[in-house]
């Protein structure tokens, strides 16, 4: 029966270049393979051909039963299989096949059916191997176990992701369910009438900057237009020009981009002797196919393109005075020039590091997916779009790709694929009336079941989190659901439009021999707060301690800046002082933005990371707000403690933190940190002769420092009043010790302003620490009017 309905359908998709999906079920093994090889024959007999994909988990032995019975019944066919274990997944990430199988009986990793649902180009087939829906929840699969923290067992694991799975099969054309067990079809395809696909071929303008033999090797009419677009950067730009490219998953947007980089590198080759370009992406691995095409367009061009690897991946591309750089966000910051900058997935990089390639660099390129895997909503584009559209120092050029490479329009498994997972869910379009609601706070605070029994009200929950500045994967929906610590909560409007979204973790509570584990070094999972002070403040009792950890907090992107989020932290803490909880917790990348929310609500600093994070290229704080005496003792200690600690270590690890940001990790909460050592005699005396006299910052390095140290031990209370300009000259030039051309940028300030400010300062300083038994001048910020 498979094999006649497999044949059937999949001779009418190849003519549309859709895809369909045979999802069979069954307990047994042999037959789960027995309709595989059935589909595959009916796929081979409908004229599909190639090479495809088997997806298994050959850690258990069930799966490597099931792929080996399908690999005795496919010897002797004409179809190729790739036998991979899903750990290969992101390897196989951007590859193409022209069917693939995927054994998900063992696992259901969300990551892994998202980034393989790309892979199979049109009038191809995909099988999934499930058990019954009633036997899948009755154990835990691998993800579901990666869930687990100590203070749950496996019985309470949550099972909504395979209902979402299940439910999403039967709820989408294209989809046919097979009960292996009884033989029985429980769903057909449900597609009667295709519309035939009929190719355009793509056209070159008429008249092209860039080289035709570039154009040609274009598949679609929107990978022309974005080539099109690099014919800006030919001509001498007076301004800052910038290219923004966006496009759902699969449309050709990093091909186009290698091409468009090879077109224009070329052109601007024959102009100048050497041509600089810069290609960018938070991981190494999203640049893949951008280069890949970069080599072919420089190769039809002409050149014998050199090429430098590390550890497989390219990392350089030289062609007769073309070089192409490959480096992450963070080092671009730090080249001093480059001809082009191009970044990949760009909605991946933390905006701050966005900004600033924007100041730093003149012929700019932008871009990223919207939705699929790797897409992050339209979050980018309305945000730092926005931004760039308001700089007017800079020619912006926009363009979406709708065309899909891989399979025509309208593909059924793409279309599944984006429900299932929520890949495509938007936020609710607001009104006039949202807007007043929202001035008067007019709002419902929702908890979980209420935010789960309605789809759409769960797409407008997750599809905040899709347009806000998170990178969203399909793991993060699989966790949402399944994760036993895990929980939702949201802000609504009077009519039900969701505003707010935020997700919450429990965490403390644990048991002494947890504790004593942790101390000892071990990892304790899903337990971020507890872990920290443990293992850097030793406060064992803290971790028996319960609480909530704000995993991810997002407002609707048109009403940001609005008190929404303020509100939205009040209903969390009061629920979490209803439930009898101790504190609410955040982690998160540090910049100062962020951060000065967190402070103003405030969220205490208690955990800095020593590195930088090697995803985000940022450093992670964690924040605890104390909701009773108790907790706000810890917190007390763990706060004191780190403010000690980034005192000191902003010459080393944190010399890198912007002053703004230190300032708020400095943030007085009315806790004195015990007294440095006073100063010596000489030092006071080389201070005095800094202060008032000839005397060099050079030659008081040492006392400055002490007297700067002195200020930030002391509470408000004990402590002068310094304008935030004075305070961020006393963090880059004496804390950073950075030079003093770097210290003023940092500031904000001229660097002669800042040696004037500085030893203003020190006099104010000196007089409040240590006496008034000389007179000190009256202390001037003007010539630095305006810039604070």
Same mark, same amino acid.
């Given at each position: 029966?498979?094999?006649?309905?497999?044949?059937?359908?999949?001779?009418?998709?190849?003519?549309?270049?859709?895809?369909?999906?045979?999802?069979?079920?069954?307990?047994?093994?042999?037959?789960?393979?027995?309709?595989?090889?059935?589909?595959?024959?009916?796929?081979?007999?409908?004229?599909?051909?190639?090479?495809?994909?088997?997806?298994?988990?050959?850690?258990?032995?069930?799966?490597?039963?099931?792929?080996?019975?399908?690999?005795?019944?496919?010897?002797?066919?004409?179809?190729?299989?790739?036998?991979?274990?899903?750990?290969?997944?992101?390897?196989?990430?951007?590859?193409?096949?022209?069917?693939?199988?995927?054994?998900?009986?063992?696992?259901?990793?969300?990551?892994?059916?998202?980034?393989?649902?790309?892979?199979?180009?049109?009038?191809?087939?995909?099988?999934?191997?499930?058990?019954?829906?009633?036997?899948?929840?009755?154990?835990?699969?691998?993800?579901?176990?990666?869930?687990?923290?100590?203070?749950?067992?496996?019985?309470?694991?949550?099972?909504?992701?395979?209902?979402?799975?299940?439910?999403?099969?039967?709820?989408?054309?294209?989809?046919?369910?097979?009960?292996?067990?009884?033989?029985?079809?429980?769903?057909?395809?449900?597609?009667?009438?295709?519309?035939?696909?009929?190719?355009?071929?793509?056209?070159?303008?008429?008249?092209?900057?860039?080289?035709?033999?570039?154009?040609?090797?274009?598949?679609?009419?929107?990978?022309?237009?974005?080539?099109?677009?690099?014919?800006?950067?030919?001509?001498?730009?007076?301004?800052?020009?910038?290219?923004?490219?966006?496009?759902?998953?699969?449309?050709?947007?990093?091909?186009?981009?290698?091409?468009?980089?090879?077109?224009?590198?070329?052109?601007?080759?024959?102009?100048?002797?050497?041509?600089?370009?810069?290609?960018?992406?938070?991981?190494?691995?999203?640049?893949?196919?951008?280069?890949?095409?970069?080599?072919?367009?420089?190769?039809?061009?002409?050149?014998?393109?050199?090429?430098?690897?590390?550890?497989?991946?390219?990392?350089?591309?030289?062609?007769?005075?073309?070089?192409?750089?490959?480096?992450?966000?963070?080092?671009?910051?730090?080249?001093?020039?480059?001809?082009?900058?191009?970044?990949?997935?760009?909605?991946?990089?933390?905006?701050?590091?966005?900004?600033?390639?924007?100041?730093?660099?003149?012929? /700019?390129?932008?871009?990223?997916?919207?939705? +699929?895997?790797?897409?992050? *909503?339209?979050?980018?584009?309305? &945000? #730092? !779009? %926005? @931004?760039?559209?308001?700089?007017?120092?800079?020619?912006?050029?926009?363009?979406?790709?709708?065309?899909?490479?891989?399979?025509?329009?309208?593909?059924?498994?793409?279309?599944?694929?984006?429900?299932?997972?929520?890949?495509?869910?938007?936020?609710?379009?607001?009104?006039?009336?949202?807007?007043?609601?929202?001035?008067?706070?007019?709002?419902?605070?929702?908890?979980?079941?209420?935010?789960?029994?309605?789809?759409?009200?769960?797409?407008?929950?997750?599809?905040?989190?899709?347009?806000?500045?998170?990178?969203?994967?399909?793991?993060?929906?699989?966790?949402?659901?399944?994760?036993?610590?895990?929980?939702?909560?949201?802000?609504?409007?009077?009519?039900?439009?969701?505003?707010?979204?935020?997700?919450?973790?429990?965490?403390?509570?644990?048991?002494? /021999?947890?504790?004593?584990?942790?101390?000892? +070094?071990?990892?304790?999972? *899903?337990?971020?707060?507890?872990? &920290? #002070? !443990? %293992? @850097?403040?030793?406060?064992?009792?803290?971790?028996?301690?319960?609480?909530?950890?704000?995993?991810?907090?997002?407002?609707?992107?048109?009403?940001?800046?609005?008190?929404?989020?303020?509100?939205?932290?009040?209903?969390?803490?009061?629920?979490?002082?209803?439930?009898?909880?101790?504190?609410?917790?955040?982690?998160?990348?540090?910049?100062?933005?962020?951060?000065?929310?967190?402070?103003?609500?405030?969220?205490?600093?208690?955990?800095?990371?020593?590195?930088?994070?090697?995803?985000?290229?940022?450093?992670?704080?964690?924040?605890?707000?104390?909701?009773?005496?108790?907790?706000?003792?810890?917190?007390?200690?763990?706060?004191?403690?780190?403010?000690?600690?980034?005192?000191?270590?902003?010459?080393?690890?944190?010399?890198?933190?912007?002053?703004?940001?230190?300032?708020?990790?400095?943030?007085?909460? +009315?806790?004195?940190?015990?007294?440095?050592?006073?100063?010596?005699?000489?030092?006071?005396?080389?201070?005095?002769?800094?202060?008032?006299?000839?005397?060099?910052?050079?030659?008081?390095?040492?006392?400055?420092?002490?007297?700067?140290?002195?200020?930030?031990?002391?509470?408000?209370?004990?402590?002068?009043?310094?304008?935030?300009?004075?305070?961020?000259?006393?963090?880059?030039?004496?804390?950073?010790?950075?030079?003093?051309?770097?210290?003023?940028?940092?500031?904000?300030?001229?660097?002669?302003?800042?040696?004037?400010?500085?030893?203003?300062?020190?006099?104010?300083?000196?007089?409040?620490?240590?006496?008034?038994?000389?007179?000190?001048?009256?202390?001037?910020?003007?010539?630095?009017?305006?810039?604070?």
């Amino acid at each position: 029966m498979i094999f006649d309905i497999v044949k059937r359908d999949v001779e009418k998709a190849r003519s549309a270049r859709h895809r369909r999906l045979i999802v069979l079920v069954g307990r047994d093994d042999r037959r789960l393979a027995e309709a595989a090889g059935e589909a595959l024959r009916g796929y081979e007999a409908a004229g599909g051909r190639g090479t495809g994909l088997y997806m298994f988990q050959p850690e258990f032995a069930d799966a490597n039963k099931r792929m080996n019975y399908l690999r005795d019944l496919i010897e002797g066919s004409s179809l190729e299989v790739e036998f991979r274990p899903y750990k290969d997944t992101p390897r196989i990430l951007g590859t193409t096949y022209d069917f693939a199988v995927l054994d998900l009986v063992n696992d259901l990793k969300p990551n892994d059916v998202g980034r393989l649902g790309g892979v199979v180009r049109g009038g191809g087939i995909y099988v999934f191997l499930v058990p019954p829906l009633d036997v899948w929840k009755k154990y835990i699969t691998k993800f579901q176990a990666t869930l687990l923290v100590p203070q749950f067992t496996p019985n309470d694991i949550k099972h909504r992701l395979k209902d979402r799975f299940w439910q999403s099969l039967y709820s989408h054309k294209g989809v046919i369910i097979y009960d292996v067990d009884r033989d029985v079809l429980l769903k057909s395809f449900g597609i009667e009438d295709v519309q035939p696909h009929e190719p355009k071929k793509p056209e070159p303008p008429e008249k092209a900057v860039l080289p035709l033999k570039i154009y040609r090797l274009a598949a679609t009419q929107d990978q022309v237009e974005v080539l099109k677009l690099f014919e800006v950067f030919y001509h001498k730009p007076k301004k800052k020009q910038a290219l923004v490219i966006i496009a759902d998953r699969g449309r050709g947007k990093s091909a186009a981009l290698g091409l468009g980089l090879a077109g224009i590198g070329h052109k601007l080759r024959k102009a100048k002797a050497r041509v600089q370009i810069v290609v960018s992406a938070m991981e190494y691995s999203n640049l893949e196919t951008l280069l890949e095409f970069a080599l072919k367009g420089l190769e039809a061009l002409g050149y014998k393109p050199g090429v430098e690897r590390e550890g497989g991946e390219i990392r350089a591309i030289k062609a007769s005075g073309i070089f192409i750089d490959v480096v992450t966000p963070y080092m671009l910051l730090k080249r001093e020039n480059a001809d082009i900058v191009a970044i990949d997935e760009a909605a991946g990089v933390p905006l701050p590091v966005l900004y600033a390639v924007h100041k730093k660099f003149n012929r /700019l390129v932008f871009a990223t997916t919207i939705h +699929g895997y790797e897409g992050a *909503g339209r979050g980018f584009s309305i &945000r #730092f !779009l %926005k @931004y760039l559209k308001e700089a007017r120092d800079t020619d912006v050029y926009l363009y979406e790709m709708e065309e899909p490479i891989r399979y025509g329009r309208g593909d059924p498994v793409e279309e599944w694929l984006f429900d299932a997972f929520l890949l495509n869910a938007e936020p609710a379009k607001i009104e006039a009336e949202d807007l007043e609601y929202v001035k008067r706070q007019e709002v419902l605070y929702l908890k979980e079941e209420d935010i789960l029994k309605s789809e759409e009200v769960f797409r407008q929950f997750f599809g905040i989190y899709v347009q806000a500045h998170y990178r969203n994967e399909p793991d993060d929906l699989g966790m949402l659901l399944d994760a036993p610590h895990h929980t939702a909560r949201a802000l609504a409007l009077p009519n039900g439009k969701i505003v707010v979204s935020v997700e919450l973790a429990y965490e403390g509570g644990l048991d002494d /021999l947890s504790i004593d584990q942790a101390l000892r +070094g071990l990892k304790l999972p *899903g337990n971020i707060i507890p872990d &920290r #002070f !443990l %293992k @850097y403040w030793r406060l064992p009792e803290f971790a028996k301690l319960r609480g909530w950890r704000i995993v991810r907090i997002a407002t609707h992107p048109e009403l940001q800046d609005m008190g929404l989020g303020t509100l939205m932290l009040k209903k969390i803490e009061e629920e979490a002082r209803e439930l009898g909880m101790d504190y609410v917790g955040v982690g998160f990348g540090v910049y100062d933005r962020l951060l000065k929310f967190w402070v103003r609500n405030g969220y205490v600093p208690i955990h800095l990371s020593p590195e930088r994070n090697p995803s985000s290229g940022e450093y992670s704080v964690l924040l605890v707000k104390p909701l009773n005496e108790k907790a706000e003792a810890y917190v007390k200690y763990a706060n004191i403690e780190f403010r000690r600690r980034l005192i000191h270590s902003l010459m080393g690890p944190y010399g890198d933190l912007l002053p703004t940001e230190v300032q708020l990790l400095l943030e007085d909460w +009315g806790w004195d940190i015990d007294s440095p050592p006073a100063l010596s005699k000489n030092q006071l005396d080389r201070l005095i002769a800094y202060a008032y006299g000839p005397m060099t910052y050079e030659n008081v390095t040492d006392a400055v420092y002490m007297l700067a140290t002195q200020y930030f031990y002391s509470s408000k209370g004990r402590r002068p009043a310094l304008p935030d300009v004075a305070i961020r000259i006393l963090i880059s030039k004496v804390l950073q010790a950075k030079p003093w051309k770097e210290a003023a940028e940092a500031a904000g300030v001229r660097r002669g302003d800042l040696m004037l400010i500085l030893r203003e300062v020190v006099k104010v300083l000196l007089f409040y620490y240590y006496g008034g038994e000389f007179e000190v001048p009256l202390f001037v910020v003007g010539t630095v009017k305006g810039r604070d």
